[in-house]
């Protein structure tokens, strides 16, 4: 009598497998959302500690600003009890990180507002430019750089090279100022200055943030474009390419599966500042468009000597990087093989 053996389905195994290694990858989040979690609390403590001592170190006072400079030792001092800087440096840092850790970060000394409020109403306009900037340049350059890779060594890819040399060395303020007079002033495509919140329309709010959009974006589509490119040849290059291209895979396949599954990593590593970067250096592109945003607001508050404003500033730009890079970090752990792979 004769057994046999009946091998397994070749797509119950692929189906298998795929399960596990989503099982696994899934795994890899809550692992790396927790390693970023517990480099997040101390590096937290210390930069709100040393971002809270700017005062003590600047030897600022409100008092300078409501009474000026010629202010006698007994008004200054107060109007220093009045704020409540009297009191031991330790008993006002404990006070004032209860109240960043409640989304409170404190009142200005220029004009007593409420600093946590100035700082939403800039950081509204400068996070939607700064997002549709982000946008503009992963798209472009992600295309400039796929294609250069693709046609490596070819004509194309050297004007791909020359073209992203080129708007590397551009700044923004200067490609701001072009953008206004061709495209604002010339041609009258966009509104050449102001801010349109989204609730008033979409329209009109894409219509004021697509200028100081692109002139922000330039810089990230070079370097976008630079480091695919760069990781991608570098991709092509490996032993598992060759045994794709060996095992007969399509030159889709292997691309799409393959190499730009590995060449993700340096560039989303490479975004992992420059969401924040795109926010702190708007100051100008801000002024070129009259904006009042994020980065001008920061600009007006050192230029005053606002601490508390300052401060503010410091604290929402720390978790502004720390969760950018987070998203990244959890990005890269669902995406890239060698993340899935615990390495």
Do not use: C
């Not at 609390?41 to 009474?67: D, E, H, K, N």
């Not at 400039?144 to 194309?156: E, F, K, P, S, Y």
């Not at 474009?225 to 991608?232: D, E, K, N």
């Not at 001008?296 to 720390?322: C, E, K, T």
């Amino acid at each position: 009598m004769t057994t046999t053996i009946e091998a397994p389905a070749a797509p119950a195994l692929r189906r298998g497998a795929a399960r596990t290694r989503t099982r696994h990858a899934l795994g890899r989040v809550p692992a790396t959302l927790a390693r970023t979690v517990a480099l997040f609390v101390p590096v937290f403590l210390v930069a709100t500690f040393v971002t809270f001592a700017l005062r003590s170190l600047s030897g600022l006072s409100p008092a300078r600003i409501q009474l000026g400079e010629e202010a006698t030792p007994e008004a200054i001092a107060r109007v220093e009890a009045e704020w409540g800087l009297d009191r031991p440096f330790l008993v006002q840092y404990g006070d004032w990180f209860t109240g960043v850790l409640q989304g409170r970060l404190g009142t200005s000394w220029s004009n007593g507002a409420d600093i946590s409020t100035l700082i939403g109403l800039g950081l509204g306009v400068s996070l939607s430019i700064a997002a549709f900037a982000l946008i503009i340049g992963v798209v472009v350059g992600f295309l400039l750089g796929t294609v250069a890779a693709l046609r490596r060594t070819t004509w194309i890819d050297r004007a791909v090279t020359g073209f992203v040399t080129v708007i590397s060395v551009m700044p923004a303020f200067v490609v701001g100022i072009v953008l206004v007079t061709v495209l604002a002033v010339g041609l009258n495509l966009f509104p050449s200055a102001g801010y349109v919140p989204a609730e008033q329309g979409v329209g009109p709010w894409l219509a004021h943030i697509t200028l100081p959009a692109i002139a922000l974006s330039l810089d990230v589509v070079a370097d976008v474009a630079r480091q695919l490119r760069g990781s991608l040849v570098a991709a092509y290059r490996e032993n598992y390419v060759t045994g794709a291209v060996v095992r007969g895979l399509s030159p889709r396949r292997i691309f799409l599966r393959h190499v730009l599954r590995n060449g993700l990593g340096p560039v989303l590593a490479t975004l992992g500042l420059k969401f924040p970067a795109l926010v702190g250096v708007s100051v100008v592109t801000e002024w070129i468009f009259g904006l009042q945003g994020f980065g001008r607001f920061a600009n007006d508050a050192a230029q005053v000597g606002d601490v508390p404003a300052a401060q503010g500033v410091l604290v929402v730009s720390i978790v502004l990087v720390v969760t950018f890079n987070l998203i990244v970090n959890l990005v890269l752990a669902r995406v890239t093989p060698a993340s899935q792979r615990g390495v």
